[in-house]
Protein backbone atom coordinates (compact mmCIF):
# COMPACT_ATOMS: atom_id res chain seq x y z
CA UNK A 1 0.00 0.00 0.00
CA UNK A 2 1.54 3.28 -0.97
CA UNK A 3 1.29 6.81 1.17
CA UNK A 4 -1.32 7.60 -1.12
CA UNK A 5 -3.96 4.61 -0.58
CA UNK A 6 -3.54 4.84 2.74
CA UNK A 7 -4.38 9.09 2.84
CA UNK A 8 -7.01 8.18 0.58
CA UNK A 9 -8.82 5.08 1.72
CA UNK A 10 -12.01 5.64 4.37
CA UNK A 11 -9.57 4.37 7.02
CA UNK A 12 -7.23 6.62 6.40
CA UNK A 13 -9.72 9.35 6.70
CA UNK A 14 -11.16 8.35 9.76
CA UNK A 15 -7.61 8.02 11.32
CA UNK A 16 -6.47 11.47 10.15
CA UNK A 17 -9.74 13.04 11.84
CA UNK A 18 -9.51 11.53 15.12
CA UNK A 19 -5.31 12.24 14.81
CA UNK A 20 -6.39 15.84 14.12
CA UNK A 21 -8.71 16.18 17.66
CA UNK A 22 -5.43 14.78 19.32
CA UNK A 23 -4.03 17.63 18.29
CA UNK A 24 -6.47 20.00 18.69
CA UNK A 25 -6.57 19.02 22.32
CA UNK A 26 -3.03 17.99 23.31
CA UNK A 27 -2.58 20.81 25.60
CA UNK A 28 -6.27 19.80 27.27
CA UNK A 29 -6.62 18.38 30.73
CA UNK A 30 -8.95 15.78 28.76
CA UNK A 31 -6.44 14.68 26.66
CA UNK A 32 -5.14 11.02 28.24
CA UNK A 33 -8.94 10.08 27.66
CA UNK A 34 -8.98 11.44 23.83
CA UNK A 35 -5.63 9.21 23.55
CA UNK A 36 -7.18 6.19 25.13
CA UNK A 37 -9.93 5.95 23.06
CA UNK A 38 -7.78 6.71 19.68
CA UNK A 39 -4.88 3.75 20.69
CA UNK A 40 -8.40 1.68 20.99
CA UNK A 41 -9.30 2.11 17.48
CA UNK A 42 -6.03 0.80 16.37
CA UNK A 43 -5.65 -2.34 19.54
CA UNK A 44 -7.94 -3.55 21.56
CA UNK A 45 -7.28 -3.59 24.98
CA UNK A 46 -8.29 -4.08 28.86
CA UNK A 47 -6.78 -1.54 30.69
CA UNK A 48 -4.75 1.86 30.32
CA UNK A 49 -2.70 3.76 32.79
CA UNK A 50 -0.20 6.71 32.46
CA UNK A 51 2.32 7.22 34.99
CA UNK A 52 4.28 9.85 35.02
CA UNK A 53 7.91 8.09 36.38
CA UNK A 54 10.51 10.77 37.92
CA UNK A 55 13.30 8.93 39.18
CA UNK A 56 12.61 7.02 42.10
CA UNK A 57 9.81 8.55 43.48
CA UNK A 58 6.36 7.34 43.57
CA UNK A 59 5.13 7.23 39.82
CA UNK A 60 2.42 9.82 39.66
CA UNK A 61 -1.23 8.63 38.00
CA UNK A 62 -1.72 10.98 34.98
CA UNK A 63 -5.05 9.33 33.50
CA UNK A 64 -6.47 5.47 33.97
CA UNK A 65 -9.48 3.61 32.92
CA UNK A 66 -9.52 1.25 36.46
CA UNK A 67 -13.42 1.14 37.80
CA UNK A 68 -13.49 1.70 41.36
CA UNK A 69 -13.69 -1.79 42.62
CA UNK A 70 -10.38 -2.53 40.77
CA UNK A 71 -8.19 0.59 41.87
CA UNK A 72 -6.68 -0.86 45.15
CA UNK A 73 -5.51 -4.04 43.34
CA UNK A 74 -4.27 -2.18 40.05
CA UNK A 75 -3.12 1.38 41.15
CA UNK A 76 -3.06 1.76 45.38
CA UNK A 77 -1.23 -1.22 45.98
CA UNK A 78 1.21 -0.97 43.08
CA UNK A 79 2.23 2.59 44.17
CA UNK A 80 2.15 2.18 47.85
CA UNK A 81 4.11 -1.71 48.26
CA UNK A 82 5.67 -2.76 44.81
CA UNK A 83 6.23 0.20 41.72
CA UNK A 84 9.99 -0.58 42.15
CA UNK A 85 10.16 -4.26 41.26
CA UNK A 86 8.08 -3.23 38.12
CA UNK A 87 9.55 -3.56 34.29
CA UNK A 88 8.68 -0.69 33.38
CA UNK A 89 9.60 1.32 36.30
CA UNK A 90 13.03 -0.05 36.43
CA UNK A 91 13.23 0.64 32.18
CA UNK A 92 12.81 4.04 33.01
CA UNK A 93 15.57 4.18 35.81
CA UNK A 94 18.13 2.47 33.20
CA UNK A 95 17.22 5.59 31.07
CA UNK A 96 14.90 3.66 28.15
CA UNK A 97 12.78 7.24 27.48
CA UNK A 98 11.32 6.39 23.81
CA UNK A 99 9.13 3.67 22.13
CA UNK A 100 6.73 0.89 22.32
CA UNK A 101 7.63 -2.20 24.37
CA UNK A 102 5.94 -4.99 25.85
CA UNK A 103 6.44 -6.06 28.65
CA UNK A 104 8.27 -9.56 28.37
CA UNK A 105 10.81 -8.02 26.80
CA UNK A 106 11.73 -5.47 29.42
CA UNK A 107 10.82 -8.07 32.09
CA UNK A 108 13.54 -10.51 33.82
CA UNK A 109 14.16 -13.98 32.65
CA UNK A 110 11.88 -15.51 35.65
CA UNK A 111 9.41 -12.40 35.96
CA UNK A 112 6.50 -14.67 35.39
CA UNK A 113 7.34 -16.95 37.65
CA UNK A 114 7.82 -14.58 40.43
CA UNK A 115 5.76 -13.69 43.37
CA UNK A 116 5.30 -10.17 42.22
CA UNK A 117 4.02 -11.64 39.03
CA UNK A 118 1.05 -13.20 40.91
CA UNK A 119 0.72 -10.66 43.32
CA UNK A 120 -0.20 -7.95 40.37
CA UNK A 121 -1.03 -9.41 37.05
CA UNK A 122 -1.95 -12.40 37.59
CA UNK A 123 -4.49 -10.81 40.38
CA UNK A 124 -5.80 -8.41 38.25
CA UNK A 125 -5.85 -11.08 34.90
CA UNK A 126 -3.39 -9.61 32.70
CA UNK A 127 -1.46 -11.70 30.67
CA UNK A 128 0.07 -9.13 28.59
CA UNK A 129 1.20 -5.44 28.24
CA UNK A 130 2.88 -2.51 26.28
CA UNK A 131 3.93 0.14 27.41
CA UNK A 132 4.55 3.67 25.48
CA UNK A 133 7.58 5.45 26.43
CA UNK A 134 7.95 9.20 26.10
CA UNK A 135 10.71 11.56 27.61
CA UNK A 136 8.25 14.75 28.08
CA UNK A 137 10.78 16.54 30.34
CA UNK A 138 14.45 16.06 31.49
CA UNK A 139 13.20 14.73 34.59
CA UNK A 140 9.86 13.08 33.83
CA UNK A 141 8.96 10.04 31.23
CA UNK A 142 5.80 9.02 30.55
CA UNK A 143 4.82 6.05 30.18
CA UNK A 144 1.61 4.75 28.89
CA UNK A 145 0.56 1.17 29.93
CA UNK A 146 -1.76 -0.97 27.93
CA UNK A 147 -3.18 -4.08 29.64
CA UNK A 148 -4.35 -7.21 27.83
CA UNK A 149 -6.59 -9.40 29.89
CA UNK A 150 -6.55 -13.28 30.34
CA UNK A 151 -9.66 -13.25 27.64
CA UNK A 152 -8.47 -11.03 25.43
CA UNK A 153 -7.75 -12.10 21.64
CA UNK A 154 -3.62 -12.67 21.64
CA UNK A 155 -2.08 -9.53 21.07
CA UNK A 156 -0.50 -9.42 17.24
CA UNK A 157 2.68 -8.51 15.57
CA UNK A 158 0.93 -6.27 13.43
CA UNK A 159 -1.15 -4.75 16.75
CA UNK A 160 2.50 -4.65 17.94
CA UNK A 161 3.97 -3.03 14.92
CA UNK A 162 1.03 -0.23 14.58
CA UNK A 163 1.93 0.53 18.10
CA UNK A 164 5.33 1.00 17.60
CA UNK A 165 4.31 3.35 14.40
CA UNK A 166 1.94 5.91 16.58
CA UNK A 167 4.38 6.45 19.14
CA UNK A 168 6.92 9.22 18.03
CA UNK A 169 3.38 11.08 17.46
CA UNK A 170 1.80 10.09 21.02
CA UNK A 171 5.11 10.88 22.11
CA UNK A 172 5.23 14.39 21.09
CA UNK A 173 1.72 15.10 21.86
CA UNK A 174 2.06 13.80 25.18
CA UNK A 175 5.18 16.36 25.18
CA UNK A 176 2.57 19.11 24.52
CA UNK A 177 0.40 18.36 27.10
CA UNK A 178 2.72 17.74 30.17
CA UNK A 179 4.24 21.19 29.55
CA UNK A 180 0.73 22.33 29.55
CA UNK A 181 -0.93 20.46 32.36
CA UNK A 182 2.35 19.62 34.39
CA UNK A 183 1.26 21.55 37.41
CA UNK A 184 -1.65 19.93 38.39
CA UNK A 185 0.45 16.31 38.69
CA UNK A 186 3.53 18.25 40.57
CA UNK A 187 4.33 17.35 43.99
CA UNK A 188 6.14 19.22 46.57
CA UNK A 189 7.59 16.66 48.54
CA UNK A 190 11.57 15.76 48.04
CA UNK A 191 11.31 12.91 50.62
CA UNK A 192 11.86 9.57 49.95
CA UNK A 193 9.10 7.54 49.56
CA UNK A 194 8.91 4.43 52.17
CA UNK A 195 8.51 1.90 49.18
CA UNK A 196 11.94 2.91 48.17
CA UNK A 197 13.15 3.00 51.80
CA UNK A 198 11.62 -0.35 52.31
CA UNK A 199 13.69 -1.07 49.21
CA UNK A 200 17.22 -0.46 50.53
CA UNK A 201 16.49 -1.04 53.78
CA UNK A 202 15.23 -4.73 53.44
CA UNK A 203 17.23 -7.12 55.67
CA UNK A 204 19.83 -4.71 56.71
CA UNK A 205 21.34 -5.86 60.08
CA UNK A 206 20.69 -8.86 58.97
CA UNK A 207 22.33 -9.75 55.29
CA UNK A 208 25.44 -8.16 53.94
CA UNK A 209 25.36 -5.74 51.14
CA UNK A 210 26.03 -8.69 48.39
CA UNK A 211 22.86 -10.56 49.75
CA UNK A 212 20.54 -7.40 49.84
CA UNK A 213 21.50 -7.13 45.86
CA UNK A 214 20.67 -10.50 45.71
CA UNK A 215 17.25 -10.18 47.37
CA UNK A 216 16.42 -7.13 45.07
CA UNK A 217 17.19 -9.20 41.84
CA UNK A 218 15.56 -12.06 42.84
CA UNK A 219 11.88 -10.27 43.75
CA UNK A 220 12.27 -8.98 40.53
CA UNK A 221 12.04 -12.23 38.93
CA UNK A 222 15.49 -12.54 38.05
CA UNK A 223 16.77 -16.12 38.01
CA UNK A 224 20.01 -17.43 39.72
CA UNK A 225 21.92 -17.09 35.89
CA UNK A 226 20.49 -13.87 35.34
CA UNK A 227 21.22 -12.71 39.13
CA UNK A 228 24.69 -14.20 38.57
CA UNK A 229 24.83 -12.27 35.35
CA UNK A 230 23.86 -8.77 36.68
CA UNK A 231 26.29 -9.07 39.25
CA UNK A 232 28.99 -10.69 37.47
CA UNK A 233 29.67 -13.28 40.11
CA UNK A 234 28.97 -17.26 39.44
CA UNK A 235 25.82 -19.18 39.63
CA UNK A 236 27.52 -21.39 42.31
CA UNK A 237 28.11 -17.91 44.25
CA UNK A 238 24.65 -16.45 43.98
CA UNK A 239 22.96 -20.27 45.55
CA UNK A 240 25.48 -20.22 48.22
CA UNK A 241 24.15 -16.45 48.80
CA UNK A 242 20.59 -17.09 48.55
CA UNK A 243 20.73 -19.79 51.21
CA UNK A 244 22.72 -17.87 53.07
CA UNK A 245 19.79 -14.97 53.51
CA UNK A 246 17.32 -17.31 53.86
CA UNK A 247 18.38 -18.84 56.71
CA UNK A 248 19.26 -15.59 58.23
CA UNK A 249 15.24 -14.13 56.98
CA UNK A 250 14.09 -17.82 58.41
CA UNK A 251 12.18 -18.43 55.01
CA UNK A 252 11.98 -21.09 52.98
CA UNK A 253 10.62 -19.99 49.70
CA UNK A 254 10.60 -17.25 47.23
CA UNK A 255 6.22 -16.88 48.23
CA UNK A 256 8.01 -15.93 51.89
CA UNK A 257 10.45 -13.92 50.71
CA UNK A 258 7.97 -11.40 49.19
CA UNK A 259 5.66 -11.62 52.08
CA UNK A 260 8.11 -10.70 54.39
CA UNK A 261 9.22 -7.84 52.18
CA UNK A 262 5.96 -6.48 52.03
CA UNK A 263 6.07 -6.72 55.88
CA UNK A 264 8.92 -4.67 55.73
CA UNK A 265 7.23 -1.99 53.58
CA UNK A 266 4.01 -2.09 55.69
CA UNK A 267 6.25 -1.55 58.82
CA UNK A 268 8.09 1.18 57.20
CA UNK A 269 4.68 3.14 55.91
CA UNK A 270 3.78 2.95 59.32
CA UNK A 271 6.63 4.51 60.80
CA UNK A 272 6.57 7.02 58.36
CA UNK A 273 2.59 8.10 59.52
CA UNK A 274 3.66 7.76 62.89
Known amino acids: ?11 GQDW ?40 RGRPLVVHDNYPPHRRE ?3 DRYLSRVYLLDPMFQATEAGLDNGAH ?21 ALGLRDEVGLFARVADDTVLVV ?15 LQALRHITPVAAALLTQFWTWQRPRF ?16 FGQGQLTPREQEIVRLLLAGHSTK ?28 QA ?8 HVALISRQRRD
Open 16 to 55: HLRLAGLIQTAADADFPRHLEQALGQLVPFDTVIIHAYQG
Open 256 to 263: QLFRCFLD
Open 102 to 122: RLRDLAPDRFEASEYHAHYYR
Open 186 to 201: DTDSDAVEPVDAAFTS
Open 73 to 75: QGI
Open 226 to 253: SAARELGISDGTVKVHRKHLYQRLDVSS
Open 145 to 159: SLGFGDQAPALTRRA
Open 1 to 11: MTPTDLLAGAT
